[in-house]
């Protein structure tokens, strides 16, 4: 299967700064998401991008399809962002998500 | 609003019960996935389905069955429950040629 690489494991920043979160896929994808898992450890989608650009209020995401990577961007941060985001991605041909160990951000007041 | 639920949050077993975890869908999607997280090792597929009396394997399907006898319905049953199977169990459904795969709020199963 693809293999998911995320970074960093684990982000720690102030409140109201910008983070970054970065996903690196192994082969060619028709299917990219995003997820946040809520307390309750519900994945939440945030983004289905396998290819360009979206944004959802403070949230964008990228994902360059050649290059095989996609990035989360969180602008203006706050406390109530604080999760473990995941990339998710399937091969061509497939439905199957294949799964990065995630990113936890924690916003600190 | 897609739903997906699952029959319980919580669940504590003894090792070597039979254990039933059930996921259902009232969105009508062919297809449907268990998987299982665990620290560290984000999630892994078990198996997944896309049509009724269909399964596959995922990853890591050795100790773990399934059932499909309706679309709704996609059933993950283990023979006999083991220790390494503590895990946080999480099942998902996607529409044939659409995008975005739905979660339900995942059964927390503990092994004793």
């Known amino acids: 299967g693809i293999q998911v690489e995320q970074s960093p494991p684990d982000l720690i920043l102030q409140e109201g700064a910008n983070s970054t979160l970065r996903c690196n896929f192994s082969?060619?994808?028709?299917?990219l998401q995003w997820f946040h898992q809520n307390p309750w450890g519900q994945l939440i989608n945030l983004f289905y991008i396998p290819s360009g650009t979206k944004q959802n209020g403070r949230l964008s995401a990228t994902t360059v399809a050649t290059e095989r990577y996609s990035l989360l961007y969180i602008s203006s941060s706050q406390t109530t962002d604080s999760s473990v985001y995941f990339c998710a991605v399937a091969q061509t041909g497939a439905n199957n998500l294949f799964f990065g160990t995630g990113t936890r951000l924690t916003v600190i007041p | 609003d897609v739903k997906v639920t699952q029959s319980s949050r919580y669940l504590v077993k003894r090792t070597g019960e039979k254990v039933f975890l059930e996921c259902v869908q009232d969105m009508d999607h062919e297809n449907m996935f268990w998987y299982r997280q665990d620290p560290g090792l984000g999630l892994r597929l078990i198996y997944f389905?896309?049509?009724?009396?269909?399964?596959e394997k995922g990853d890591i399907p050795e100790g773990y069955s399934v059932s499909r006898e309706k679309k709704e319905r996609f059933s993950l049953i283990l023979e006999s429950a083991s220790t390494n199977q503590t895990s946080m169990y999480l099942c998902a459904s996607i529409r044939q040629g659409t995008d975005t795969q739905y979660f339900g709020p995942g059964t927390r199963l503990t092994v004793l």
């Open positions: 082969d060619s994808v028709n299917n």
């Open positions: 389905s896309y049509d009724v009396k269909m399964k």
